[in-house]
């Protein structure tokens, strides 16, 4: 009887080492990272109440390298209160052999609304932590 109990024993802990064991590493892993933006394209002025559309360049990276987000970040004590903060972000797949091939962040769109009449200053975070910005007159 002893001897089921053992054999019994042995099984069940071999079949927990193996189960255990069998851990999943072909899932991709994804870091993030600020995408450094070389030029915003917008209107000088708008009236007020219509939509900014804003348009990002730059290049996100290559074959392993995915547009993420755009992230809007909270305004700090020295910023203009008719001001938009964003940061863009990219996920790059970790682990893997990757192309190439240049991706580039042509254009990407964001059509703003609900600012003050007067100066609007966009302000787009770059990897260093400056900032490219830009200014729209908003009409009265």
Avoid at 48 to 56: A, D, E, L, N, T
Avoid at 69 to 95: A, M
Avoid at 126 to 134: A, I, M, N, T, V
């Amino acid at each position: 009887m002893k001897k089921y109990y053992f054999v019994i024993t042995l099984i069940i802990v071999g079949f927990v080492v193996s189960v255990s064991s069998c851990k999943k590493d072909d899932e991709p892993t994804f870091t993030e990272t600020v995408i450094l933006i070389d030029s915003i394209v917008h209107p000088d002025t708008v009236a007020f109440g219509s939509p900014i559309p804003i348009k990002f360049y730059g290049v996100i990276g290559n074959g392993c390298d995915y547009f993420s987000r755009f992230e809007e970040i909270p305004l700090d004590e020295n910023d203009y209160e008719n001001t938009f903060k964003i940061k863009i972000w990219r996920k790059t797949e970790g682990g893997v052999s990757c192309t190439e091939i240049i991706k580039n962040l042509d254009g990407s769109q964001l059509n703003l609304s609900g600012m003050l009449a007067g100066n609007f200053v966009i302000k787009v975070v770059q990897p260093d932590g400056s900032y490219l910005e830009g200014l729209v007159f908003v009409e009265e």
